[in-house]
């Protein structure tokens, strides 16, 4: 089954402004993971965030974690144009063992 | 160095053809994956591979089946080529099953 639904599928905001982007998820986890990815690219990892953790940071990104709503949400601080890409949650369930993904959300930054 | 290859990075090809992806890791993981990304970029894992151990996602046709030759290749081959295959294929990489995974850059499949 789909896990790892990231909403909403498009963003679009102005450079310097903050990005939120959201993720649910339908089972239990063993951790959450986020990634970007850029036009033509492969995914690349940004933050993983385990289930008995509620907030990670790394640079100008926070990643909050809610398994009681089986949701996580991504922010992006002070966005730069640098950061338009397609962002993706990833999970991994206690059972299957393996990162499901869901469509992405695609960030927009205008300059 | 690229820490996971894959290659070709575009392959085009008609209708009814068999073809082969291959997929290189120098990072000594332990576990490797394939994952179809469709137009509308839902990413779909459909194998993972790891010490000999196949988990194969239920839903991929068996006309699509992985050989790993070694621990650092997992190579895909598609038999009968159809339409709905064009997607772009990824190639991953992690040092255990829960971990952080390491993407390759792609391989964009054309089915004519």
């Known amino acids: 089954s789909q896990q790892g639904e990231e909403d909403p599928q498009a963003l679009s905001i102005q450079e310097g402004e903050n990005a939120t982007m959201n993720c649910s998820y339908k089972t239990s986890i063993n951790n959450l993971q986020w990634y970007r990815q850029n036009s033509g690219r492969g995914l690349v990892h940004l933050i993983l965030i385990r289930s008995n953790e509620r907030e990670k940071h790394s640079g100008r990104l926070r990643v909050t974690l809610d398994t009681s709503k089986k949701s996580s949400s991504l922010l992006i601080t002070a966005s730069r144009a640098a950061d338009t890409a397609s962002y993706f949650c990833?999970?991994?369930?206690?059972?299957?063992?393996?990162?499901?993904f869901g469509s992405g959300t695609q960030l927009t930054v205008l300059p | 160095d690229t820490a996971v290859s894959q290659t070709p990075k575009y392959l085009v090809t008609q209708m009814g053809n068999d073809k082969s992806i291959k997929c290189e890791q120098n990072?000594?993981?332990?576990?490797m994956y394939w994952y179809k990304q469709d137009s509308k970029k839902f990413l779909k894992i459909m194998f993972s591979?790891?010490?000999?151990?196949?988990?194969i996602n239920e839903t991929v046709p068996n006309r699509f089946s992985p050989k790993s030759p070694d621990k650092a290749h997992l190579n895909l081959h598609i038999n009968s080529l159809e339409l709905g295959d064009s997607a772009v294929y990824f190639c991953?990489?992690?040092?255990?099953?829960?971990?952080?995974?390491?993407f390759g850059s792609g391989t964009q499949l054309s089915v004519l």
């Open positions: 991953a990489s992690s040092q255990d099953k829960i971990g952080v995974l390491f």
């Open positions: 591979y790891n010490n000999k151990e196949l988990i």
């Open positions: 990072l000594g993981h332990d576990t």
């Open positions: 990833g999970v991994i369930s206690g059972s299957a063992r393996q990162l499901t």
